[in-house]
């Protein structure tokens, strides 16, 4: 029987000295030479090289834990097929900035139950627990309470939203004026507008804090907000845009349509959705599809002023979600209106209704005056000037798309350039028609990082485990990274080709003293992918569920660090970017050390990795 030596007084993970002389992103690292005869390190040894390593002594009560765990009930309706349990994090964004997103923790379909609870495992520096209701037609997301979250079956529909009367008197086109295109070879557009808009703004229902919080979470975990991020993707992954992004008018009810939200990031760019307005056109399917030109046609289609932002929102307000003011949609018949041609609140049905946004900020006027279609085809004239079209967009993109959750019809525009479709955000009610766009937020991963050598480096990379909770009973455990120079393989995983007794290396094909994945530079192994049936009440939390290491070569198992041991073993709640080769934790994040020293401070310390420090 081999020999097992202990680590550290209860020893599980051993964070070692690291290498500070240089920056090893782009660098591969030679292996170490092999080792010597094993000997025991003592605990006074271990302690003494951890405290070279950090630098500082570490909390007694530090369990190195940064999960918390627990369940939720869940109650539906018979309507509702999947309930998803969500957690709403922030983690570091594409430059390693921090950013919020939904992470799917849990979920269940139902088969015609109504009630089920779910168990989880959370960052503890969370920002709340959220349960997504889904059916082939709705998406409900209700913020959980108390342990509980349930869905109430629909509300009625409403010919005008809750607390809202449509004005009164008859209202006609006041205004006739050439679009900004003109300047720019189409003549054939002409905008109409109201003389004054004060009466056709209606004092909106402020949403619910609870709505509130479901907003923020969904709409910029899914169309993350920030110029860095191209989300052009996600909106053609929907299939509705451009073409297909035109709703269609029920005929029963008057459109509202209310301005929910803007980022423009007024003051460094001249106010650009504060200075612009929302106009909107309609027309007729076939009277398209016989068009020569079909693009042409809709250019060609009077183009109504519905809404002057600024009236909608503070001039330096910026990202504020606030539903203050609606406006109702007038059809003012077929073909081209004049002055005095009056409006009706009520569109006649199957027509298709098309959205623009007019800037008219004189900050770079008069290149970036002018009007930006949702549907991209319509855009090529605006978007001659070079950041357009030199932008992810290109020249006709979209840039309008549409989000469909708790019962909202949400309309996201990208007016300017970045591609992250959020600078204008409105909700539109009432008589028309959006397929149902399903939002798909990712699972949470839980990260696995062991240092495999009582005197270790401490880059917590000899060994790295991701997983994933698909559903009750499913956890999927991906190798992503070895770093380890000895023979190591996986305890307690011990399903498909991660067997108690495979080797590491052999996993990946490749030989003992190789390192995988944790080199900038080299060589990209795809991680190695096992699949395990687990209890519904599952939980990392507990010991006997994790995995732990074995090094084959030195006789050594090192498990998940415990309360008062030094760091050998974490689990970190998210896709942690674990530190380079020889690049010790604590340089590539730097709070790590504060977290260590006091329990309850600095829990998101894994959010905030150091450029070039980390995998």
């Avoid at 951890?50 to 539906?76: H, L, R, Y």
């Avoid at 529909?157 to 086109?173: D, F, K, Q, V």
């Avoid at 054939?188 to 703004?201: G, H, I, K, V």
């Avoid at 060994?463 to 559903?471: H, L, P, Q, S, T």
Wanted: charged share 20%; with cysteine; proline share 6%.
């Amino acid at each position: 029987m081999k020999k097992l030596f202990p680590i550290a007084i209860c020893g599980l993970l051993l964070f070692m000295g690291c290498s500070k002389s240089k920056d090893l992103f782009d660098t591969p690292v030679d292996p170490p030479s092999p080792p010597g005869p094993v000997t025991p390190d003592s605990n006074d040894e271990i302690s003494a090289n951890v405290q070279k390593v950090f630098g500082t002594t570490f909390d007694p009560n530090q369990d190195w834990c940064t999960t918390t765990s627990g369940e939720v009930k869940i109650t539906a309706n018979a309507s509702i097929q999947t309930v998803q349990l969500l957690v709403y994090v922030s983690e570091p964004g594409l430059q390693d900035e921090p950013v919020t997103s939904m992470r799917v923790l849990n979920e269940a379909t139902l088969n015609g139950q109504t009630t089920v609870t779910l168990y989880y495992d959370a960052p503890i520096d969370n920002q709340g627990l959220f349960v997504a209701f889904i059916s082939d037609s709705q998406y409900v997301l209700k913020k959980v309470v108390n342990g509980e979250a349930n869905i109430n079956d629909a509300a009625k529909t409403r010919a005008l939203p809750a607390g809202l009367t449509l004005p009164t008197g008859e209202y006609s086109i006041g205004v006739i004026e050439d679009s900004y295109a003109k300047q720019r070879g189409w003549t054939n557009e002409l905008l109409y507008e109201l003389s004054d808009y004060s009466a056709q703004r209606m004092n909106a229902t402020p949403y619910s804090d609870e709505l509130t919080a479901a907003f923020r979470a969904m709409v910029f975990s899914y169309f993350k907000n920030g110029r860095s991020y191209n989300n052009l993707p996600l909106v053609k992954s929907s299939g509705f845009y451009n073409e297909n992004a035109y709703p269609i008018t029920t005929g029963e009810d008057p459109i509202i349509v209310s301005p929910v939200y803007k980022c423009d990031r007024g003051e460094e760019y001249g106010n650009e959705v504060w200075n612009s307005d929302l106009y909107y056109y309609y027309f007729k399917e076939d009277d398209m599809n016989s068009a020569s030109d079909p693009v042409a046609y809709l250019q060609s289609l009077p183009k109504y002023k519905a809404i002057p932002f600024k009236d909608c929102f503070g001039e330096h307000e910026d990202d504020v979600i606030n539903r203050r003011y609606s406006y109702a949609l007038m059809y003012f018949g077929d073909g081209t209106p004049s002055l005095g041609t009056k409006g009706s609140y009520y569109f006649p049905v199957g027509y298709k209704i098309g959205f623009m946004v007019r800037a008219k900020t004189s900050s770079e006027a008069p290149k970036k005056q002018g009007e930006l279609y949702g549907d991209g085809r319509l855009n090529n004239k605006i978007n001659s000037w070079p950041n357009f079209s030199s932008s992810h967009l290109g020249t006709d993109g979209p840039r309008l798309a549409w989000l469909t959750f708790n019962g909202k019809k949400i309309m996201c525009f990208e007016s300017g350039t970045d591609a992250d479709f959020n600078d204008v955000i409105l909700e539109v009610e009432g008589g028309i028609e959006i397929p149902f766009i399903p939002i798909e937020p990712e699972y949470n991963k839980y990260t696995f990082c062991f240092e495999d050598t009582p005197l270790g480096d401490y880059d917590m990379n000899d060994i790295v485990i991701k997983a994933v909770r698909k559903n009750e009973t499913t956890v999927e455990y991906s190798i992503i990274a070895c770093g380890a120079y000895d023979e190591i393989c996986i305890k307690n995983i011990n399903c498909g080709v991660i067997t108690n007794d495979a080797e590491v290396h052999a996993l990946f094909g490749k030989t003992a003293n190789t390192f995988i994945n944790t080199q900038g530079g080299s060589e990209v192994c795809p991680p190695v992918t096992a699949t395990k049936t687990v209890p519904k009440t599952f939980s990392f939390l507990v010991a006997d569920n994790c995995p732990y290491i074995y090094d084959m070569t030195t006789n050594i198992e090192v498990r998940l660090s415990k309360k008062g041991e030094d760091p050998h073993g974490i689990m970190i709640p998210n896709d942690f970017k674990y530190p380079l080769e020889r690049v010790c934790i604590k340089d590539a994040y730097l709070e790590f050390n504060n977290w260590g020293e006091k329990t309850i401070t600095f829990t998101d310390w894994y959010t905030k990795p150091v450029a070039g420090k980390v995998y």
